[in-house]
């Protein structure tokens, strides 16, 4: 069994900033990588950012140079720090884990998602 748990999220007002973070936790033998998707009403879920085990990153060009993502592969815990935020920005973010549980077979698990709602 796999965990994520989510943080962080709310009601941020246009031009501010939010962070969030994921902590994997359970079987795991070892992560591939640790990433963002978000889904807004009406809309398929979508890639936001990603970062693998070797800190190399992924990130939609609607948020380059907005959003950051980090990584402390000790904890097992993912963060995204999003600055200059938009209203179209709003969207339930899910943290993705891809990761092995034993040396043979890896998976993605998805946290339970978190509301990101920009408004003034």
């Known amino acids: 069994q796999v965990q994520l748990v989510e943080s962080g999220g709310g009601l941020v007002q246009p031009g501010g900033s939010l962070g969030l973070s994921c902590t994997a936790s359970?079987?795991?033998?070892?992560?591939?990588?640790m990433g963002w998707y978000r889904q807004a009403p009406g809309n398929q879920r979508a890639l936001v950012a990603t970062?693998?085990?070797?800190?190399?990153?992924n990130s939609a060009d609607s948020v380059k140079g907005r959003f950051t993502i980090s990584r402390d592969n000790a904890k097992n815990t993912v963060y995204l720090q999003m600055s200059i935020l938009k209203p179209e920005d709003t969207a339930v973010y899910y943290c993705?884990?891809?990761?092995?549980?034993?040396?043979?077979?890896?998976?993605?698990?998805w946290g339970q998602g978190t509301q990101v709602t920009v408004s003034s």
């Open positions: 970062i693998n085990s070797g800190g190399g990153t």
């Open positions: 359970g079987s795991i033998f070892s992560i591939i990588a």
């Open positions: 993705n884990a891809r990761l092995y549980t034993n040396p043979k077979e890896w998976n993605d698990y």
